[in-house]
């Protein structure tokens, strides 16, 4: 059973917005809260690449091309990550994945598919 499990990818057109949730229902409250969490993206041909960070104390991180548009949060409570996304263009298209790492921990979600149509 996977530690991360990914929801909310799917198809828009362009100017729409997705909320993309991943859920850690395995994890220890405590080992959770104190991890850095993580959204990639992969389009096809390309290196997965960082598009957005929180840490514990909510510092967030973003992609240059994201900023302004995409919203890391997280709710500690219910172990879930969250990567708002606004006004989606073409380059936005890609298997998306939530991250969690810290102390020697790696996990990777499953990953969605993000598909943004012009």
């Known amino acids: 059973q996977a530690q991360l499990v990914e929801s909310g990818g799917g198809s828009v057109p362009e100017g729409g917005s997705l909320r993309l949730s991943c859920r850690a229902p395995?994890?220890?409250?405590?080992?959770?809260?104190?991890?850095?969490l993580n959204w990639y993206r992969q389009a096809p041909g390309t290196q997965r690449e960082l598009v957005a960070s929180?840490?514990?104390?909510?510092?967030?991180n973003y992609l240059d091309a994201v900023k302004g548009r995409f919203t890391i949060s997280r709710d500690n409570g219910k172990k879930t990550v969250y990567l708002q996304m606004n006004s989606l263009n073409a380059d936005d298209t890609g298997v998306y994945y939530c991250?969690?790492?810290?102390?020697?921990?790696?996990?990777w979600g499953q990953g969605t598919q993000v598909t943004v149509s012009s």
């Open positions: 991250n969690l790492n810290g102390d020697g921990l790696d996990y």
């Open positions: 395995r994890m220890i409250l405590s080992t959770y809260n104190g991890k850095t």
């Open positions: 929180i840490t514990s104390g909510r510092i967030t």
